[in-house]
């Protein structure tokens, strides 16, 4: 199937305050995949943690990610999800909509 990549914060995020973004990839299978992180298109490194594929009861597997970032305005992160099988990508969002005041997914 197709992975399902969604993207959130560990704490309510507040402008400039430390917090970490979490990027749950779920429906894997077969566990082979790369995730990766990027901040206005830019690839991201620095911090990053990955957990292991854990399976579920429905006979795929899921996996988190994590980065720590410093929430400011403007900002776009993304979690990249990259199938080792067929190089498929699936891409969620985080940050700002462009208003200044929504942060949030898409």
Request: charged share 15%.
């Amino acid at each position: 199937g197709i992975p399902e990549v969604s993207v959130f914060p560990a704490l309510p995020p507040v402008l400039g305050e430390p917090n970490t973004l979490v990027c749950l990839v779920e429906n894997i299978f077969p566990p082979a995949l790369d995730i990766g992180w990027t901040l206005a298109g830019a690839p991201v490194t620095r911090g990053v943690t990955h957990g292991p594929f854990t399976p579920t009861a429905d006979l795929t597997f899921v996996r988190f990610s994590r980065v720590p970032v410093v929430p400011a305005a403007g900002d776009v992160h993304a979690c990249v999800v990259t199938s080792r099988r067929d190089n498929a990508t699936v891409v969620a969002y985080w940050g700002e909509r462009g208003d200044g005041e929504d942060l949030g997914t898409s």
